[in-house]
């Protein structure tokens, strides 16, 4: 028989936007689940790390021959 799954906790993914349901595998971390899929938790990452531009390749330094 089929369990209905009409009282599971939801939060919003914070990469996405969307809504997602509790699941079994987060019983012990449901606080700290921030994210629907690991693919968001990706994202938000690569967004979130700073990006160093390289001067020498951006042609900002010049060499001093």
Known sequence: ???KKVN???KTCQQ???PFAWRKKWH?????VKYCSDACRR???QKSQ???P???????VEDEF
Do not use: D, Y
């Not at 390289?54 to 900002?60: E, F, K, P, V």
């Open 43 to 45: 994202k938000s990452k």
């Open 28 to 32: 012990r971390c449901w606080e700290e």
């Open 54 to 60: 390289n001067l020498c390749h951006a042609g900002q």
């Open 8 to 10: 599971l906790p939801e």
């Open 1 to 3: 028989m089929a369990h």
């Open 16 to 18: 996405c936007q969307r």
């Open 50 to 52: 700073p990006v160093t």
